[in-house]
């Protein structure tokens, strides 16, 4: 079945330490998104990417990054920069004019 | 600055109330208004709206847009404990190919036997 594999669900991070949150997707869109999700404060976009090889900042992109360079992965790396990375991050891809579609979410804590 | 404002953040009822959940926006290049909702983990999609005035209906659950007005309510009638999670009101905007989601905080929904 086609869907959005998150990985891994739950991850930790040491101080001073870059991790990378994983995303495919086998649906075909062309768009795929990166949202960080806290308590009370619902969902903010981080980044964003229409095609491969292209990516826009979205509301709180400090101290993260990402690449595109297949239409299937969006990798989501959290470096060093960013000093409150506790969080549920979400990953979500479209297609022109159609809802976003969501995986699973990564748990990242800090040790 | 976009802004969607979700009320109330949280609500709780009995099986067999009637809810309604309120979505309000301020954005600039507006192109339709979606609903989710989010249980454990992935937010799954309720209802697209782009038209005032047109009840969008999936079993016990319906919604309605005003676009005069910029707010969306989203109603569930007869609500049972598997209702119980938390529902999103999205934005999405014009501009681009695809547009950008903005979200609301969401609603906290708890549905007591």
């Known amino acids: 079945d086609g869907g959005i594999t998150q990985s891994p669900k739950y991850l930790f991070r040491k101080e001073g330490q870059n991790v990378t949150l994983s995303c495919e997707q086998n649906?075909?869109?062309?768009?795929m998104y990166w949202y960080r999700q806290d308590p009370g404060q619902g969902l903010r976009l981080i980044y964003y990417s229409q095609i491969v090889n292209d990516f826009q900042k979205g509301d709180i992109a400090e101290g993260y990054s990402v690449s595109r360079e297949k239409k299937e992965s969006f990798p989501l790396t959290v470096t060093s920069a960013q000093k409150n990375p506790t969080a549920f991050y979400l990953c979500?891809?479209?297609?022109?004019?159609?809802?976003?579609?969501f995986g699973d979410g990564t748990r990242l804590s800090i040790l | 600055e976009d802004k969607v404002v979700q009320s109330p953040l949280s609500l709780v009822v009995h099986e067999g109330d009637t809810v309604t959940l309120n979505c309000s926006y301020e954005v600039t290049n507006f192109r339709s208004l979606l609903w989710y909702k989010q249980e454990k983990k992935a937010p799954t999609f309720l209802f697209m709206l782009?038209?005032?005035?047109i009840e969008k209906k999936s079993g016990r659950l319906s919604s309605i847009l005003d676009k005069k007005e910029l707010f969306s309510i989203l109603n569930i009638t007869a609500t049972q404990t598997g209702d119980s999670a938390i529902y999103l009101c999205?934005?999405?905007?014009?501009?681009?190919?695809?547009?950008?989601?903005?979200f609301g905080q969401g609603t906290i929904l708890t549905v007591h036997p």
């Open positions: 782009t038209s005032s005035g």
């Open positions: 999205a934005v999405h905007l014009r501009g681009t190919s695809y547009g950008k989601l903005t």
């Open positions: 649906l075909n869109h062309d768009a």
């Open positions: 979500a891809s479209s297609k022109d004019g159609q809802p976003q579609h």
